[in-house]
């Protein structure tokens, strides 16, 4: 073992395993006496494409990635015909598992067509006792794929030939990586120097000085023979006995250019332990999203290694867990109503939620909740988010102790009532702090720090039906909830290019407590309460759940969606606003009673 | 029938006779409880509602219950919270299995000689944090019903409260989901007969006894059904209420029922109480008090 270092991996200790005639570059980094995470790069890369997400390994594991044969410092078999089948592929892996955990098992760890060996690892008998998990990233078992094509070849309903072509359209650049010498040109030729370039710009991938690397065209090259020694062979004839005998965790990027999401259906069949985790992200994660995957190969392998530790897939049974545990999700207004409820959906997701509200009681209560229902973690803190400064300060504490925000919930507001000419400007100023302001202050300060963090992030802002409802009621509130909903829409825009999503969710009439603290003004203190009463007891009737619109605030961030009305009079008023705005304009001349 | 003021002045004067009368209430509800946990402790993964039901039917009847307020119902899961409940056929027992760490509640009321009790049972099958804290959380309501009954408040701005402290606590208001929205209805004395059928799973006896209440109540200003409605805006009503704050946060909801006597009593200790305070949720309470 020599102390050496030719790679963009600081402080790792490199070695060289020989087997069958190749010799592997392997490094390893962290404490030896940790279990082993093992990290298999795929196509065109080389360990290299590790980097980030192995540095954040380091600290609590013995991280090891080689270089695939033919890859990066690693040799290349002759003849390169095959060279790269899989049986020889797993005798590698074997071979350094062997020199680098001779007596625990590791924890396996592939991207692409090291996710790929990584299933032929995972399913084949000879390996058994020598991994302990699985983490796969877009890289689907050859034999499992066969076998997923077959079944829609031999049935095809529509829905199946439609997946067909639609991974088909995919895997383009398959059938070209068949063509004899034309890739091998192509990539130590002009596709090897542009390479860089089109990846920042098709797939987002940061430019750095380290990767790819220089070994960038022949590692492509070489790697060629990957798919031509075993896909056709593996695809015409599958294995029947693709069972995984480990633990399995799939973290799918849901934009992932080459491999269609529908893939892995049922994939449950050939990993009976199999846990998900779905991503919004491009095929390079390890490159975009280093944080989150190193968290979850951490909690993954944390769990294995300890059983006694809580299975967080266990704890948190919600729906959307595969894709926000252990996510840092923000609330503010989390002591009451829809902020409350999108804290708890969020909860039984497996978030960590940080519960935020000026009622500082109750926002610790929302966490104590949350964290039963099967919060990763939870905290409240007392924040008015009117106030700037206050705001700054929660940031940077919240950045120092609990990490980078990845869904931010604008959700604070109050209520104002009352015609327009009786409305003071006091009562503007106090309704346009918070609910104007607050999102300001929370989009400015925590959107910033997404941003710069570079790995995309979510922002709700709970906007209101009010925005696109005219009425002579609701003056003040309105104008705030429209800003909101331009707000977000404008930021939409902005961020697009740094993968950070900003949904307006706009509820109607929902049961919560803004009616019971809702400032009515032009009248006199007993006419208020005698007001918020009845508007409390209206709205109770109607009793549309906070939860219904926490619901809707999940999916808006799963699919990404723009303005999302909630409350089938919401969803009404947004087609009037478009279809007949002149019919809502004479709706919001009638002077309700109260 | 028993007057219901009559129930109050009895009470109130604590004549031998007629707290005769209480106690039977109280054999009944403690027979009804005795029930609810010899049952809870019967309950294994697999068993269906419909025979948790059963379970506590048969025990009753072997004891002597000939005549229901209502027959007992089991509610598992989810269902604890009426997760979805759209119509009352709804809360009869189905075909629903019981599974490890699965919330449940039982809910009876047994006519005993006569007397007629209601209550309800919460419990896990094995650990449940949320129902756990979901019943110890049902403690202070308790109390403030106690102390707003005293009080002598509108029951519909008891009822407002109770609501209040729920959404306070984070929780839902899952009592809205009875038949009227019923925090507690009025219970009473039934007369014995050969033949008691029930309807819709409510004894026809009680039934016309709650009707008869009804029809009274409507003609002086009071209601025997305690809901969130104008009919309930009248102070408590002397007599016995069967009270049963329920509260449901993400699928798993929990309950407890018993009687409050509600007397017209000038003392507020006098004024309302309740029937008993040797049940299992306030031993649970007492024991983690102490702990």
């Known amino acids: 073992m020599s102390g050496m270092s030719g790679t963009a991996l600081a402080g790792a200790r490199e070695r060289r395993v020989s087997t069958g005639g190749i010799e592997l570059c392997v490094v390893e980094l962290g404490d030896p006496e940790r279990p082993t995470v093992l990290l298999v790069h795929?196509?065109?890369?080389?360990k290299e494409v590790w980097s980030e997400v192995a540095e954040?390994?380091?600290?609590?594991?013995?991280?090891?990635?080689?270089?695939?044969?033919?890859?990066?410092?690693?040799?290349?078999?002759?003849?390169?015909?095959?060279?790269?089948?899989?049986?020889?592929?797993?005798?590698?892996?074997?071979?350094?598992?062997?020199?680098?955990?001779?007596d625990r098992p590791v924890h396996l760890v592939g991207h692409d067509w090291g996710s790929v060996q990584g299933w032929e690892f995972a399913t084949v008998a000879r390996t058994e006792g020598r991994i302990a998990s699985f983490?796969?990233?877009?890289?689907?078992?050859?034999?499992?794929?066969?076998?997923?094509?077959?079944?829609?070849?031999?049935?095809?309903?529509?829905?199946?030939?439609?997946?067909?072509?639609?991974?088909?359209?995919?895997?383009?650049?398959?059938?070209?990586?068949?063509?004899?010498?034309?890739?091998?040109?192509?990539?130590?030729?002009?596709?090897?120097?542009?390479?860089?370039?089109?990846?920042?710009?098709?797939?987002?991938?940061?430019?750095?000085?380290?990767?790819?690397?220089?070994?960038?065209?022949?590692?492509?090259?070489?790697?060629?023979?990957?798919y031509r020694d075993n896909v056709r062979p593996r695809l015409r004839r599958p294995r029947a006995d693709a069972y995984a005998h480990v633990p399995v965790q799939l973290i799918t990027p849901t934009g992932d250019a080459f491999?269609?999401?529908?893939?892995?259906?049922?994939?449950?069949?050939?990993?009976?332990?199999?846990?998900?985790?779905?991503?919004?992200?491009?095929?390079?994660?390890?490159?975009?999203?280093?944080?989150?995957?190193?968290?979850?190969?951490?909690?993954?392998?944390?769990?294995?290694?300890?059983?006694?530790?809580?299975?967080?897939?266990?704890?948190?049974?919600?729906?959307?867990?595969?894709?926000?545990?252990?996510?840092?999700?923000?609330?503010?207004?989390?002591?009451s109503g829809i902020g409350r409820a999108t804290a708890f959906a969020f909860a039984e997701a497996g978030a960590r939620v940080v519960a935020v509200d000026r009622d500082g009681e109750g926002a610790a209560r929302t966490a104590e909740m949350a964290r039963l229902v099967g919060a990763a973690d939870a905290w409240g803190e007392c924040v008015d988010v009117s106030d700037e400064q206050a705001m700054e300060k929660l940031a940077a504490k919240v950045a120092a102790e609990y990490g980078i925000v990845d869904v931010l919930v604008n959700n604070a507001g109050i209520g104002l009532s009352g015609p327009f000419l009786e409305t003071s400007s006091e009562d503007w100023k106090k309704v346009l702090d918070v609910n104007l302001w607050g999102v300001v202050h929370g989009c400015r300060i925590f959107g910033k720090q997404m941003a710069e963090r570079g790995q995309g992030g979510h922002i709700v802002n709970t906007a209101s039906a009010a925005a696109y409802l005219p009425s002579r009621t609701l003056p003040a509130y309105s104008t705030s909830k429209a800003a909101v909903l331009m707000l977000s829409e404008c930021l939409r825009a902005e961020l697009a290019s740094k993968s950070i999503g900003v949904s307006a969710i706009c509820p109607g009439?929902?049961?919560?407590?803004?009616?019971?603290?809702?400032?009515?003004?032009?009248?006199?203190?007993?006419?208020?309460?005698?007001?918020?009463?009845?508007?409390?007891?209206?709205?109770?009737?109607?009793?549309?759940?906070?939860?219904?619109?926490?619901?809707?605030?999940?999916?808006?961030?799963?699919?990404?969606?723009?303005?999302?009305?909630?409350?089938?009079?919401?969803?009404?008023?947004?087609?009037?606003?478009?279809?007949?705005?002149?019919?809502?304009?004479?709706?919001?001349?009638l002077e309700p009673r109260l | 029938m028993a007057g219901d003021t009559d129930t109050g002045e009895r009470a109130a004067h604590g004549s031998a006779r007629l707290s005769a009368e209480l106690r039977g209430f109280r054999e009944v509800q403690r027979l009804a409880y005795e029930c609810a946990e010899t049952v809870a402790a019967q309950l294994r993964p697999g068993v269906t509602e419909r025979e948790a039901a059963r379970m506590q039917r048969e025990w009753l009847r072997e004891r002597g219950v000939r005549d229901w307020f209502h027959l007992p119902f089991a509610w598992f899961g989810d269902r604890t919270a009426f997760t979805g409940f759209r119509i009352p056929l709804q809360f009869f027992p189905t075909n629903r299995k019981l599974e490890p760490g699965m919330p449940f509640i039982l809910d009876m009321a047994p006519v005993y000689r006569g007397y007629a009790a209601d209550i309800g049972y919460s419990g896990s099958l094995g650990l449940n944090p949320?129902?756990?804290?979901?019943?110890?959380?049902?403690?202070?309501?308790?109390?403030?019903?106690?102390?707003?009954?005293?009080?002598?408040?509108?029951?519909?701005?008891i009822y407002?409260?109770?609501?209040?402290?729920?959404?306070?606590?984070?929780?839902?208001?899952?009592?809205?989901?009875?038949?009227?929205?019923?925090?507690?209805?009025?219970?009473?004395?039934?007369?014995?007969?050969?033949?008691?059928?029930?309807?819709?799973?409510?004894?026809?006896?009680?039934?016309?006894?709650?009707?008869?209440?009804?029809?009274?109540g409507h003609r002086e200003g009071w209601s025997p059904l305690w809901s969130p409605y104008h009919f309930s805006d009248h102070p408590p009503q002397p007599g016995l209420w069967a009270v049963e704050p329920h509260l449901g946060f993400r699928g798993t909801g929990a309950k407890f029922e018993e009687i409050l006597v509600v007397t017209d009593s000038r003392d507020p200790e006098e004024s309302a109480f309740w029937l008993d305070d040797d049940l299992p949720h306030v031993r649970r309470w007492t024991e983690e008090k102490a702990a």
């Open chain 1, 42 to 46: 795929g196509y065109p890369d080389s």
């Open chain 1, 56 to 102: 954040q390994l380091a600290a609590r594991f013995h991280v090891v990635l080689y270089d695939v044969r033919g890859h990066g410092r690693s040799s290349a078999p002759v003849p390169l015909r095959g060279g790269f089948t899989l049986e020889k592929l797993t005798d590698d892996f074997l071979a350094v598992a062997d020199a680098v955990s001779p």
């Open chain 1, 135 to 226: 983490t796969s990233m877009s890289g689907p078992s050859l034999d499992h794929f066969g076998h997923w094509i077959k079944k829609r070849m031999t049935r095809p309903t529509p829905r199946r030939a439609a997946q067909l072509l639609n991974q088909g359209a995919k895997s383009w650049y398959v059938g070209m990586l068949h063509t004899p010498v034309l890739p091998e040109l192509a990539w130590r030729g002009p596709l090897g120097k542009r390479w860089p370039r089109i990846l920042a710009r098709l797939e987002e991938v940061p430019a750095g000085s380290a990767y790819p690397t220089a070994s960038l065209p022949s590692d492509a090259a070489h790697g060629a023979w990957l």
């Open chain 1, 259 to 335: 491999l269609s999401e529908r893939l892995y259906d049922e994939l449950e069949r050939w990993a009976p332990e199999l846990v998900r985790r779905t991503l919004p992200a491009k095929h390079w994660i390890p490159r975009t999203r280093p944080d989150q995957v190193a968290a979850w190969i951490s909690e993954f392998v944390t769990t294995r290694e300890e059983p006694t530790a809580k299975a967080p897939q266990q704890k948190a049974p919600g729906k959307y867990a595969d894709r926000f545990s252990g996510q840092l999700v923000l609330v503010t207004g989390a002591a």
């Open chain 1, 509 to 589: 009439i929902v049961n919560t407590n803004i009616t019971a603290t809702s400032r009515f003004a032009g009248v006199d203190a007993a006419e208020e309460k005698r007001r918020q009463e009845r508007s409390s007891r209206l709205y109770g009737l109607r009793n549309f759940p906070p939860e219904k619109v926490a619901d809707a605030i999940l999916l808006a961030v799963v699919k990404n969606r723009a303005v999302v009305p909630v409350t089938p009079e919401s969803k009404g008023a947004l087609w009037m606003s478009r279809f007949m705005p002149n019919t809502l304009r004479r709706i919001a001349r």
């Open chain 2, 130 to 157: 949320v129902q756990d804290r979901l019943m110890s959380d049902l403690r202070p309501h308790r109390a403030l019903i106690l102390e707003q009954v005293r009080e002598r408040r509108p029951l519909r701005e």
């Open chain 2, 160 to 216: 407002e409260n109770v609501e209040r402290l729920m959404t306070r606590q984070g929780y839902a208001n899952r009592h809205r989901a009875y038949p009227f929205g019923v925090i507690a209805h009025k219970i009473d004395r039934v007369k014995e007969r050969r033949w008691s059928p029930t309807a819709f799973g409510f004894g026809t006896q009680s039934l016309k006894g709650l009707a008869s209440d009804a029809l009274h």
